[in-house]
């Protein structure tokens, strides 16, 4: 099978068409049969051993925090060093192991996420508070990403050099690292979850996985389908923890050799600082691979389709409630159509509808009590920054942590609400004089994820090719949904390393090269041996 799929062109997974009513009904049935199984305790799995811990990390539902989604045993400092022992003692036989043989594992885990997709949008929209859209949207991808990459690893393990020295077989491998920390966040806690992992073990490398406290249900779910395919024992260790607590620990274990983290700047700095100080016993430099924060700009041309504009930055602003590091949080639109712009804005912001995602509501809650106080906080200072056009309130659903579409006008470019990210559903809306001046401002964050233009005028696209700054930039369509293998996703600045996760570079960063050079006519074949001459 793994052989096979490189005659197989790679193709993204389809999304679900939930106007269809038989898939409606299916994933109707899938929720029902999700929220009978929640409540359920996991455990820690360390090398194939079970785990349970005093300190316990309860999941609930966003949307209705009485819910519990799952109890998980919580990984402490103590747990670390059996943590690694275990990976390192898997490394060895896994790292051996054909390449082919790594992606046959993945191929079945993609093929079985396939068929069950219902109930993993499901376990989404339950712990992570996703519509049905966007859940399927993060499924799809976990499938794209294995699928892909299990290509990428054929393609890598078949590398050449460029040219073959006369008299000399000159080859090029790319080998694993050794044992490396996976760290995800929240927003998208499976596919970037299991992408982080599967692009780690498919090259020979083994994981400790430490999925976030606010989402850790379906990184079990997602662990106990490699059990179930047969992965071999501590080849993926299932640690969830604290970031301060175990995520620490295992950062700064000298026998750690990458980390592969994405989630917030601050804690992304601090685990690049931690990284790379050299502990006793350390023979390598570690490795991140970091993607971390945005403060993303659509820019507004006065030549541009203004309702393919408006419905652009209103899905990239508020899909999943702006709890994307590519969301769009600022909208720069030039003078001469800024006010239309804003009238036509408020009317497709007004007609969004928020509650319950298990019942498809396009706007759901954020994810946690900090993240709702976070955002308020941040509508606080907007409101002393700029005029609230739209929202700036929490919304009472069911206890839910629920926060209403928010727009604020007339936002000064160096203003909080502007430059900070807040990860929520808020929208700063800038006036710009003109396309330089748009520029300037979409420039002037510390931050270089995703920003989109829209207009009709070609100079200005290919000028934005060169000027704009970010490491993913759309034409004419929103600044979220990139796809695995068109969009390579990683961004400048303090937006991170540009890793580049879905596209042809990224398993390059779980890999180091080997170039080895023999030169020919000096073996002979195995199996026979030349006879030592006299004094030898």
């Not at 570690?286 to 993303?296: F, I, S």
Request: one cysteine or more; a negative charge.
């Amino acid at each position: 099978m793994a052989t096979s799929i490189t005659s197989v062109p790679f193709v993204n997974e389809p999304f679900l068409d939930f106007s269809n009513p038989e898939i409606k009904r299916e994933q109707q049935a899938a929720l029902e049969a999700v929220e009978a199984r929640l409540g359920h305790e996991y455990d820690l799995v360390i090398g194939g051993k079970r785990i349970q811990t005093t300190a316990k990390i309860t999941s609930v539902n966003p949307a209705r925090p009485a819910q519990v989604v799952g109890i998980h045993q919580a990984a402490g400092p103590e747990h670390a060093p059996a943590a690694m022992a275990a990976a390192q003692a898997a490394f060895p036989g896994w790292a051996a192991t054909p390449v082919q043989t790594r992606v046959e594992y993945l191929l079945r885990a993609a093929e079985l996420i396939r068929e069950r997709k219902y109930l993993f949008n499901s376990w989404l929209t339950f712990e992570a508070g996703k519509n049905w859209a966007e859940a399927d949207a993060d499924t799809a991808e976990c499938i794209d990403f294995l699928e892909f990459y299990a290509r990428e690893a054929l393609r890598l393990d078949a590398a050449t050099t460029p040219i073959q020295l006369p008299g000399e077989h000159n080859t090029l491998r790319y080998v694993p690292l050794g044992v490396g920390a996976v760290i995800p966040p929240w927003n998208f806690p499976f596919a970037i979850m299991a992408g982080m992992t599967a692009a780690a073990i498919v090259t020979g490398n083994t994981v400790i996985l430490k999925p976030s406290v606010d989402a850790p249900t379906v990184a079990a779910v997602f662990f106990a389908l490699l059990e179930e395919i047969g992965l071999p024992d501590g080849v993926v260790n299932f640690c969830p923890g604290e970031g301060p607590g175990f995520g620490a620990a295992i950062v700064a274990h000298p026998q750690t050799r990458f980390i592969a983290f994405t989630g917030s700047k601050k804690v992304g700095l601090e685990i690049h600082e931690s990284a790379a100080k050299t502990q006793p016993g350390q023979r390598f430099i570690k490795r991140t691979v970091l993607e971390m924060g945005g403060k993303d700009s659509i820019i507004v041309d006065a030549n541009c389709d203004l309702a393919m504009a408006v419905d652009g930055v209103v899905a990239s602003a508020f899909g999943f409630n702006g709890q994307k590091c590519s969301a769009c949080s600022r909208a720069i639109v030039d003078a001469s159509i800024y006010d239309e712009f804003v009238d036509l804005l408020k009317e497709k912001v007004e007609a969004i509808k928020q509650g319950d995602p298990a019942e498809n509501f396009y706007s759901g809650p954020l994810i946690s009590p900090v993240a709702m106080r976070r955002v308020l906080d941040y509508i606080e200072v907007g409101k002393s920054e700029s005029r609230l056009l739209l929202g700036g309130e929490s919304v009472s659903n069911e206890g839910g942590f629920y926060v209403a579409p928010t727009v604020f006008v007339d936002v000064p470019a160096t203003a909080r609400i502007a430059l900070e990210e807040i990860f929520g559903p808020v929208l700063a809306v800038i006036k710009s004089n003109g396309f330089d001046h748009a520029l300037e401002i979409a420039n002037n964050t510390e931050y270089g994820l995703t920003g989109a233009v829209y207009t009709s005028d070609r100079s200005l696209l290919d000028r934005a090719r060169n000027e704009f700054q970010v490491g993913n930039l759309y034409f004419n369509r929103k600044c979220t949904g990139a796809m695995v293998g068109a969009h390579p996703f990683g961004g400048f600045n303090m937006s991170g390393t540009d890793s580049k996760a879905g596209g042809p570079d990224y398993l390059l960063l779980f890999t180091q090269g080997k170039s080895i050079a023999e030169k020919l006519g000096h073996t002979t074949p195995a199996g026979e041996r030349q006879e030592s001459g006299p004094g030898l």
